[in-house]
C-alpha cells in the first residue's frame, strides 16, 4: 500500500510508460516548471515499467525528480493525523495534463507516499495494483489475503476481474478503512460482494482464514519504509504457514522511489533486505522480481513459488494485464 507522492505522496507509482495498452504520457511536469507553474510535487508509486517491447522508460526530469501537478488541478478532500498515519485525500483533475488526471489519491505518512489510487471511470490504475490482479490465475481454489489493504485499490482490481475469488483484507489503521469507505467506495463494493469481500483491522502479519490462503498480497509500509518485520525470514515462514498447498504470495518490496521519513533509509537497500530474507524461506527458483521501471532498484513486486507456464497465465488473463508475465525474472542477490 504504496505509492509515492510530493515525497510520499507517489512511493510507488511512476508515470505511466508507453505500452500498447497505455498510451504515451504528456511529459511531466517539475516541482516548477518552465512555464513558472506551481505544482502538487508528486513521487511515483510503483507504476508500470518500461514496455518490454519497446524498451520505453517512464520519463524522468533532468534533476531526477518525480512529476508534479499544477495546484490549480489538485482538490484535498481529507487531511488529518490518526494514531498511526497522517492521512491525506486528494483528487486529481480530469483536465491537468498529467497521467493521474482524474484519479483520487490516498496518501500516507509525512513525504506523501501513495498508497491507493481510484479512478472513477476505468478500473486498471497503471501502478502495482494491476500487478497484483495477475496473481488469482495461478492460485489454487481458496481466498485472497491483501495485507496493508489501504484504500482497497487491488481488491477492487481483483473483484471485478476474477468473480471466483474471495478477497480478506487486514490493515492496521481503522482510520484508512473509514476514509476508504468515504471517498474511495469501498463501502459500496462491500455491500456488492457481502461474500467475497471482507475488511479486517488490526497485525496483519497475524492474518489467518480457515484451511490458509490460495495468496497473500503483501503490501506493508510504515513510515514510507518497507516495516522492518519483512527483513526477517522468520516472518516470511510465518505467512508461508498461513497458506494453502500450492500457494503463492505477491509482495511490494518498495524500492528506491518510496521516500522513508527518515532520511538516513534508503529504500533499495530495503528492498534488497526484504528479497534477501524471502530467499532465505523461498530459495533458488522459487523467487522471481517484476522490477517497476528502468531502474532495477527503483521499484519492484516479487513472487514466491516455482514460475508458472507464461502462456497458459497469460491465457488466463485480461488483455491489458498478460504483459506483466513476461516482465518476471528469477531473483539473484545482489550480493
Known amino acids: 500500500m504504496k505509492l509515492a507522492a510530493a515525497a510520499h505522496i507517489f512511493p510507488q507509482f511512476h508515470p505511466p510508460f508507453s505500452h500498447p495498452h497505455h498510451p504515451n504520457p504528456p511529459p511531466p511536469l517539475l516541482a516548477a516548471d518552465r512555464r513558472g507553474k506551481d505544482l502538487f510535487p508528486i513521487k511515483s508509486h510503483q507504476s508500470h515499467s518500461p514496455n518490454p517491447q519497446t524498451t520505453a522508460a517512464a520519463t524522468r526530469h533532468d534533476d531526477g525528480g518525480d512529476p508534479g501537478i499544477p495546484f490549480e488541478h489538485v482538490k484535498t478532500l481529507a487531511k488529518f493525523k490518526s494514531r498511526h498515519n497522517y492521512i491525506r485525500v486528494i483528487q486529481v483533475s480530469r483536465a491537468a495534463d498529467h497521467p493521474l488526471a482524474g484519479s483520487r489519491l490516498l496518501l500516507l505518512d509525512a513525504p506523501g507516499n501513495i498508497h491507493s489510487i481510484s479512478f472513477l471511470f476505468k478500473t486498471l490504475t497503471n501502478a502495482y495494483y494491476d500487478v497484483f490482479a495477475t496473481l488469482p490465475p495461478i492460485l489454487p481454489p481458496g481466498p485472497v489475503g491483501i495485507l496493508g489493504f489501504g484504500a482497497g485499490s487491488a481488491a477492487k482490481i481483483i473483484l471485478e476481474l476474477h468473480p471466483q475469488t474471495a478477497v480478506h483484507g487486514w490493515e492496521l489503521d481503522p482510520s484508512v478503512v473509514a476514509v476508504a469507505r468515504e471517498y474511495f467506495g469501498l463501502e459500496k463494493l462491500e455491500s456488492k460482494h457481502p461474500d467475497r469481500l471482507f475488511v479486517n483491522t488490526g497485525n496483519a502479519l497475524n492474518a489467518s482464514v480457515k484451511d ?105 488473463l485480461k488483455k491489458p494485464l498478460r504483459f506483466y508475465v513476461d516482465m518476471w525474472q528469477p531473483y539473484t542477490s545482489s550480493n
Open 212 to 316: 490458509g490462503f490460495a495468496g497473500i498480497l503483501v503490501d506493508l509500509f510504515s513510515k514510507g519504509c518497507v516495516i522492518p518485520e519483512l527483513q526477517d525470514a522468520a516472518t516470511w515462514e510465518k505467512l508461508k504457514r498461513s497458506l494453502k498447498k500450492g500457494g503463492r504470495m505477491m509482495v511490494n518490496v518498495g524500492g528506491s522511489c518510496v521516500e522513508p521519513e527518515d532520511i538516513r533509509k534508503d529504500g533499495s537497500v530495503i528492498m534488497e533486505d526484504t528479497l534477501k530474507a524471502m530467499n532465505r524461506v523461498f530459495p533458488a527458483g522459487q523467487l522471481s522480481v517484476l522490477s517497476l521501471d528502468s531502474r532495477k532498484d527503483d521499484s519492484a513486486v516479487a513472487l514466491t513459488g516455482e514460475f508458472p507456464d507464461a502462456d497458459e497465465w497469460k491465457k488466463a
